[in-house]
T-cell receptor, first 114, second 116 residues
């Protein structure tokens, strides 16, 4: 069965900490995405990657960076966590062919920044 | 910019009754439209997509969606709701990033509650 795995289901961090969210997919997909989900705001795209070491900013990249050193792994980095980054973070992947291909999502990481 | 709107935060329906979850879109060019579902404590799952062709698209779990170009709508439907259909539903549209790479833009979501 195809899988997108996020390393943590729940995470609690303090303001100012550097936070790493990890995502691994086993489908050999070229494209990977990081979204955050907030009530009333839906899903908003933070960053995406269309190949190893390639990335593009999404709609809300401020305060975040990403790393994709290997095809199967896409990391989201919060350089200095702030309380307004408390959210559910969802990772997704898709095959090349763009958004005509369906996205496969991980189960999400609920991050709380205190 | 490409966008979708889901006008209802919540839809309530009794089990066995038909259900509709609404979505309208705003795009330049031909729309690629999608529905995803999120069950409690789970990631999003793909339900169906419209790219071209028949205006009635069939998807997973007995769901279908009707594309209406004149009303710029893509409503999700099911003839007979189940309690297990209770979940959060997201409409999405294809958009393009600065490099021309394709991505999905999601709506705000509609919570569906099916009562026994």
């Amino acid at each position: 069965d195809v899988k997108v795995t996020q390393s943590s289901r729940y995470l609690v961090k303090r303001t100012g900490e550097k936070v790493f969210l990890e995502c691994v997919q086993d489908m050999d997909h070229e494209n990977m995405f990081w979204y955050r989900q907030d009530p009333g705001l839906g899903l908003r795209l933070i960053y995406f990657s269309y190949d190893v070491k390639m990335k593009e900013k999404g709609d809300i990249p401020e305060g975040y960076s990403v790393s994709r050193e290997k095809k199967e792994r896409f990391s989201l980095i919060l350089e200095s966590a702030s309380t307004n980054q408390t959210s559910m973070y969802l990772c997704a992947s898709s095959a090349r062919g763009g958004a005509g291909e369906k996205l496969f999502f991980g189960s999400g990481t609920q991050l709380s920044v205190l | 910019a490409q966008s979708v709107a889901q006008p209802e935060d919540q839809v309530n329906v009794a089990e066995g009754n038909p259900l509709t979850v609404k979505c309208t879109y705003s795009v330049s060019g031909n729309p690629y439209l999608f529905w995803y579902v999120q069950y409690p404590n789970r990631g999003l799952q793909f339900l169906l997509k419209y790219i071209t062709g028949d205006n009635l698209v069939k998807g997973s779990y007995g769901f279908e969606a009707e594309f209406n170009k004149s009303q710029t709508s893509f409503h999700l439907k099911k003839p007979s709701a189940l309690v297990s259909d209770s979940a959060l539903y997201f409409c999405a549209v294809r958009a393009f990033g600065g490099t021309g790479f394709q991505k999905l833009v999601f709506g705000t979501g509609t919570r569906l509650l099916v009562s026994p």
